[in-house]
């Protein structure tokens, strides 16, 4: 069994598109994250819910906005798509708040902003 | 072999050598740090960790050490093995809200 799953692996989308990526986990872990990595492999945390509430929101475009229906999901959902939005999403979870050592991270979305 | 990360992000070794990769951390408050692996084309992978109160901690081939004066972390791996190969990133709390900071990541070739 998957612990942290994305969907999809791969996302191509035009400019100015709406699109969503999902992710679950199985883990029973109270806290999920959005992470955001570039071509330079560059990781940087976008956003943290801790049972369902927004804890962290680093400074990310609004186009950006994270859904937690329950504990085990946290989708991020992206208005108008921009070039720049091209990058790897992984989304983690934890137990505690704050990634530690039982942190575990999806596989990653590739997504292609044309 | 060994690198600095942030000046060399890749580090080639021969397979059996040990490899050290390097980390600056930014705070000084920061008091737990973990060593992620990640290989293509997936997500990061907790190898170890170290709390501040420590210098040196062990696990399975890897040895992370600590030393909070110059604010550096290394990461050693003992006989490095073509299944090492990845890009490595340390990881900071910063005590700030209890999240954790990424470096840059140092990529690790392992040649047979």
């Known amino acids: 069994d998957t612990a942290v799953s994305q969907t999809p692996k791969y996302l191509v989308t035009q400019m100015g598109n709406d699109k969503s990526i999902k992710c679950e986990q199985n883990?029973?872990?109270?806290?999920m994250y959005w992470y955001k990595q570039d071509s330079k492999k560059f990781l940087k945390i976008m956003f943290s819910?801790?049972?369902?509430?927004?804890?962290i929101n680093e400074t990310v475009p609004n186009r950006f906005s994270p859904k937690s229906p329950d504990k085990a999901h946290l989708n991020l959902h992206i208005n108008s798509l921009e070039l720049g939005d091209s990058a790897v999403y992984f989304c983690?979870?934890?137990?505690?708040?704050?990634?530690?050592?039982?942190?575990?991270f999806g596989q990653g979305t590739r997504l292609t902003v044309v | 072999g060994e690198s600095v990360g942030l000046h060399l992000p890749t580090l080639s070794v021969q397979e059996g050598d040990n490899s050290i990769i390097n980390c600056a951390y930014s705070?000084?408050?920061?008091?737990?740090f973990i060593w992620y692996k990640q290989e293509s084309g997936k997500g990061p992978q907790f190898i170890i960790d170290?709390?501040?109160?420590?210098d040196k901690r062990q696990g399975q081939r890897v040895t992370v050490l600590l030393n909070k004066t110059v604010k550096h972390l290394s990461l050693q791996i003992a006989a490095t093995q073509p299944g090492d190969s990845a890009v490595y990133f340390c990881?900071?709390?910063?005590?700030?809200?209890?999240?954790?900071?990424f470096g840059t990541g140092t990529s690790l070739t392992v040649i047979p």
């Open positions: 983690a979870s934890s137990q505690d708040w704050g990634v530690s050592a039982d942190a575990f």
């Open positions: 883990l029973g872990h109270d806290t």
């Open positions: 819910y801790n049972n369902k509430e927004l804890i």
């Open positions: 705070n000084s408050a920061s008091d737990y």
């Open positions: 170290i709390r501040s109160n420590m």
């Open positions: 990881a900071e709390n910063q005590n700030t809200g209890n999240q954790f900071y």
